[in-house]
């Protein structure tokens, strides 16, 4: 029975140290990018117009949602309007001027042959997606490497999230499906 319990015991160590070493290594993989500068990358709005970022966020905080496959834009999806909420949606009555002054840019990225696709993913957003929130939402075409290089984005089924500071540098990264938790871990790092 003793000998029972010991395998048990070691299985179950074996199993919380993978665990261990998996969160402290997706911590790590993000913990790399932190400091870094956010790599130039011009993006277009469903209007054609051109956002260079992070040139043209400057000045203010930025929270950048990027996907490069259809599953991860239907996770990023799930950002949409916790996002909104928080950080866009302008406070009214008493509440009025207590918002968040950040740029949120969700970004859809197609590329190799996918990047011609754009046009009809433009189309598809003016048709389906809230109007108010139209204007935060940016379509990057062109290549990925360098960009899965520099912010180490290598699962493509998952959004990855930056937060830039006025700068441009990236002060907070996560990735994956929406939780609470990130949402908090957001607006930390912008309050800091």
Known sequence: ???GYQKANKTNMKNLLVLVFLFAFGSLS?????GKQFPDME???VEDKKVNLPADTKGKYTLLGLAYSKKSEDELN???SPIYNKF??????MMAGMGYDVNVYFVPMF???NAAATGTAKKKAIKNVDPALLPNILFYKGELKSYKEALDFEKKDIPYF?????????????SGRFTE?????IEESIED
Do not use: N, P, S
């Open 111 to 113: 590329t190799g042959v």
């Open 78 to 80: 799930t950002w949409f």
């Open 88 to 93: 866009v949606r302008k406070a009214t009555g």
């Open 1 to 3: 029975m003793r000998m």
């Open 181 to 185: 938790d990130k949402l908090d871990e």
């Open 162 to 174: 930056f937060v830039l500071d006025a700068d441009g540098k990236i002060v907070y990264a996560t």
């Open 43 to 45: 993006a277009e709005t």
């Open 30 to 34: 993000h913990a790399q990018v932190i």
